[in-house]
């Protein structure tokens, strides 16, 4: 699912209900500050592309994404530290 290069600030509160079978969400480019703790249940996704944002940080809970297999931070200038799970 691409949603990259949509300016987006948050995610909606009930946006991971609706895609729960997800494998791959491209969240590109946008403005986030923040990943909702509820993107941490889309268990079977394998990619997950950050890069371009203003992420602070990730949640410690981000090793629940158990299938996932390529993350991309690139460009998120403010992340200052990564989860110990993902070290």
Same mark, same amino acid.
């Given at each position: 699912?691409?949603?990259?290069?949509?300016?987006?600030?948050?995610?909606?509160?009930?946006?991971?209900?609706?895609?729960?079978? !997800?494998?791959? *969400?491209? #969240? =590109?480019? $946008?403005? +986030? %500050?923040?990943? @909702? &703790?509820?993107?941490?249940? /889309?268990?079977? !996704?394998?990619? *997950?592309? #950050? =890069?371009? $944002?203003? +992420? %602070?940080?990730? @949640? &410690?809970?981000?090793?629940? /994404?158990?299938? !996932?297999?390529? *993350?991309? #931070?690139?460009? $998120?200038?403010?992340?200052?530290?990564?989860?110990?799970?993902?070290?």
């Amino acid at each position: 699912l691409d949603l990259s290069y949509n300016a987006f600030i948050t995610l909606p509160p009930l946006f991971c209900f609706y895609i729960q079978h !997800l494998t791959s *969400l491209d #969240l =590109s480019h $946008n403005n +986030l %500050k923040e990943l @909702p &703790e509820e993107l941490m249940e /889309l268990k079977q !996704l394998k990619t *997950l592309l #950050l =890069s371009c $944002n203003r +992420l %602070k940080e990730l @949640p &410690e809970t981000i090793d629940q /994404l158990v299938a !996932l297999e390529d *993350l991309k #931070l690139a460009g $998120n200038r403010k992340l200052i530290r990564l989860p110990r799970t993902i070290g």
